[in-house]
């Protein structure tokens, strides 16, 4: 046996360095555990629970049996999908990139995001993020040594809004960059004209970059409330698309607006459009220095996935337009029950105008705090559902907000729906 020495062992000092520290284990891991447990229904974690369309899984299989894919592709990503990504943000949004130095393949959008952090951010810099923030956000700030600086999306007139002036005074001379998300993820807001206007214009001023996760661009359901100072708010059901303007339904990137594309990184994934999270296809485009740098980063992180997945999702990329307006319909009409649901069971229903989670309010309920809400909720009405105070930095702003995902089986949305009528029985 060698004898005790003196140097201190891994006991001398917490294991998890100190940028991690803070994060603990994700919350979808103790609230799928607690749906495990009870049985209950997870409308926690924002996964659909039937796949994408055949067509693109047997292209994936194609690809595996004729050896596509099963070696390291290159590290930028397939040139087939690289082109493919490049011609959907043409077609849809009249934005060119070159497939060859604006487009870059990684694994998954949350890769794209960390990447991109790590690439652009020194320690010390600070990272304007809207809060609440989707999952990986502050951890990658943080391991990229960046200080996050909340700006807080609040609710009004039905909808989770950004206060402009707010977002201009969270701006210092310590800024590199603005993260943006819309459709944002958890609160299904969708960010008006005149709000991506105002980002932009504060940007070009600052001089800031600008990274903007769009993984739901195919999932924006109408115009945001009040947007055209129609300010309908949610009504928990149908009839919201009362006043929907030209733009109805429409994603707008946010570098398409002025200054912006030299300045902005736009991250996408297949997960959410095509209902294979599993396959973590996801990719940035942007001017040719922002994607060199976020190359940079990704080459040491994974270099290179999903080889015979990238050939699949670039078939993908090229299906008809019927295939992203039906699952759009699809989802909105799940939307619509579950929110229904949602507000007969009492509780106040933030309507999303994108993506596939409903943010509801628990106080009319009689509660206060979402976390105490969510742990109870499998035994009282047997459903899972997501404490949005998680999200926040500001648990304070964060505690009455409780998230629930409906990219589920209408069956499983109306079990749910006739679950949570036990609230107030
Ligand atoms: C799901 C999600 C991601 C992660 O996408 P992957 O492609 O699965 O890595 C990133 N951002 C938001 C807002 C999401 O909801």
């Not at 603990?24 to 103790?30: K, L």
């Not at 040719?288 to 290179?304: E, G, M």
Request: charged share 25%; proline share 7%.
């Amino acid at each position: 046996m060698a004898p005790m020495t003196s140097s201190p062992g891994p006991a001398a000092r917490p294991l998890l360095n100190r940028r991690l520290a803070e994060f603990g284990t994700t919350i979808f891991a103790e609230m799928s555990a607690l749906a495990a447990r009870t049985g209950a229904i997870n409308l926690g974690q924002g996964f659909p629970d039937t796949d994408g369309p055949e067509s693109v899984r047997e292209a994936a299989v194609r690809a595996l049996r004729d050896g596509r894919g099963n070696q390291y592709p290159p590290g930028d990503g397939v040139p087939e999908l690289r082109t493919a990504i490049a011609a959907h943000q043409a077609d849809r949004y009249g934005l060119a990139y070159d497939p060859g130095t604006e487009v870059l393949v990684t694994t998954g959008a949350t890769e794209a995001i960390a990447a991109s952090l790590l690439a652009l951010v020194e320690p010390g810099d600070e990272v304007v993020a809207l809060e609440p923030y989707y999952d990986s956000y502050a951890a990658s700030i943080a391991l990229a040594g960046g200080t996050r600086v909340p700006v807080t999306l609040r609710p009004r007139d039905g909808r989770f809004r950004l206060d402009l002036d707010e977002l201009r005074a969270a701006v210092t001379p310590r800024t590199r960059l603005l993260l943006i998300n819309t459709p944002h993820n958890p609160t299904g807001t969708v960010l008006t004209r005149d709000e991506l206007t105002e980002i932009a214009r504060l940007a070009v001023e600052r001089d800031l970059l600008v990274l903007t996760d769009e993984v739901y661009e195919h999932l924006v359901f109408a115009e945001p409330a009040g947007s055209a100072d129609g300010g309908e708010g949610a009504d928990g059901g149908e009839g919201a698309d009362g006043g929907e303007g030209a733009d109805a339904g429409r994603h707008v990137p946010l570098a398409t607006l002025p200054g912006m594309r030299e300045r902005t990184l736009t991250i996408s994934s297949a997960g959410k459009t095509f209902s294979f999270t599993g396959w973590k296809v996801g990719w940035v485009t942007g001017p040719p220095p922002l994607v060199a740098a976020v190359r940079s980063a990704k080459q040491f992180l994974t270099y290179v996935s999903g080889g015979p997945f990238q050939y699949a999702v670039a078939e993908a990329l090229s299906l008809p337009r019927a295939y992203f307006d039906g699952l759009r319909t699809e989802l909105r009409a799940k939307r619509d029950l579950l929110a229904r649901g949602l507000t007969e069971a009492g509780f106040e229903v933030y309507l999303p105008a994108g993506t596939y989670f409903i943010t509801t309010d628990v106080r009319p309920l009689g509660e206060r705090d979402g976390f105490a809400f969510c742990r109870a909720l499998p035994e009282r009405a047997g459903v899972v559902a997501i404490p949005n105070a998680v999200f926040y930095d500001d648990r304070e702003a964060g505690a009455p907000f409780v998230r629930f995902a409906f990219c589920k089986r209408e069956e499983v949305l109306r079990e749910a729906v006739h679950r949570l009528k036990r609230l107030t029985a």
